[in-house]
């Protein structure tokens, strides 16, 4: 007796070809309605400035050799995304999310940042629904905010890890 599915598929160019094509694509209806506000990097840094109880979540992937580590397993001090971060910015990868946005407090605003704004409109409004305070995602991502000259934090040992780790 087999075991598993026997015809598996794949479209190659995934969800912008499946839409290129105009095949049906099916989002929730309280989904669609969230609205993202982009904030640009000069004035995502005023708010970073003048209110220091703002959460800034940076919801960046590992890096591929990390992740295809027989030994990684996600912890919540992980200290594997190396590169240039925002000063005070938590990191939480966006497919680790769902399982540890509990431990964002409910009581403080958030802005998100990620590379260049693909994954964190996607934990905006996914944080959104859980009932959190989103102020919005930075505009261009991390890239964007480091080619406007703005200040960054080089390596990996000066990012306090995931969600308020000591």
Avoid at 30 to 37: A, E, F, M
Avoid at 110 to 130: E, Y
């Amino acid at each position: 007796m087999a075991k598993g599915y026997s015809e598996v598929y794949y479209f190659p160019g995934g969800i912008p070809e499946w839409r290129y094509f105009n095949y049906p694509l099916s989002i929730g209806e309280k989904w669609q309605k969230i609205k993202v506000t982009k904030i640009p990097p000069l004035e995502f840094k005023e708010i970073l400035d003048k209110d220091k109880d703002i959460f800034l979540l940076d919801v960046r992937s590992l890096d591929q050799q990390t992740l295809n580590r027989k030994d990684f397993v996600f912890t919540m001090d992980n200290s594997t995304l190396a590169g240039n971060f925002i000063r005070g910015a938590q990191h939480c990868p966006l497919v680790y999310l769902e399982q540890n946005y509990r431990q964002i407090p409910k009581n403080r605003r958030i802005i998100i940042t990620d590379w260049i704004m693909k994954q964190s409109t996607i934990a905006a409004k996914f944080l959104t629904m859980q009932g959190y305070d989103v102020i919005g995602v930075l505009k261009g991502g991390t890239t964007r905010w480091q080619l406007e000259g703005l200040p960054i934090i080089q390596g990996e040992d000066n990012l306090r890890r995931l969600l308020l780790c000591d």
